[in-house]
Nanobody
Framework: QVQLVESGGGLVQAGGSLRLSCAAS????????MGWFRQAPGKEREFVAA????????FYADSVRGRFTISRDNAKNTVYLQMASLNAEDTAVYYC????????????????WGQGTQVTVSS
C-alpha cells in the first residue's frame, strides 16, 4: 500500500500558474502508475492526467492538454502537476491517486487516494 499527501494548492488569479505535489510513502512508489483527478462543487470527480511507472507514458484530459504537465520523480517518491494558464473552470479539489502497475484514466481503477488540495482560480 502507498499513502499519498498532496500539497501546493491555493488561490491564484486567472492566467496564473500553480504546481501541485503529491508525496508517497513506502519503498514501492516506482511500481505504481499515478494520476491526478479533480472535483468541482456539485460535479463528479474527473480525470486530469496520468503517468506510467517510468514516466514514459502520459495521458491528459482534453480540457487541460497543453496547459498542465504531469511528471514524477521516483527517487523522491513524488508526482507533480504543473498547471498554467489557469481559468475559473479549473477551480476544484485536486486529488492524486495511485494504481499498481498499469496506467489508467478512470478513477475506478485507482486504489489509493490522497486527501486532496484546493485550487481556486479567481477571475
Amino acid at each position: 500500500q502507498v499513502q499519498l499527501v498532496e500539497s501546493g494548492g491555493g488561490l491564484v488569479q486567472a492566467g496564473g500558474s500553480l504546481r501541485l505535489s503529491c508525496a508517497a510513502s513506502g519503498r514501492t512508489f516506482s511500481t505504481y502508475a499515478m494520476g491526478w483527478f479533480r472535483q468541482a462543487p456539485g460535479k463528479e470527480r474527473e480525470f486530469v492526467a496520468a503517468i506510467s511507472r517510468s514516466g514514459i507514458t502520459i495521458f491528459y484530459a482534453d480540457s487541460v492538454r497543453g496547459r498542465f504537465t504531469i511528471s514524477r520523480d521516483n527517487a523522491k517518491n513524488t508526482v507533480y502537476l504543473q498547471m498554467a494558464s489557469l481559468n475559473a473552470e479549473d477551480t476544484a479539489v485536486y486529488y492524486c491517486a495511485a494504481r499498481y502497475w498499469v496506467t489508467a484514466s478512470s478513477s475506478n481503477d485507482y486504489t489509493n487516494w490522497g486527501q486532496g488540495t484546493q485550487v481556486t482560480v479567481s477571475s
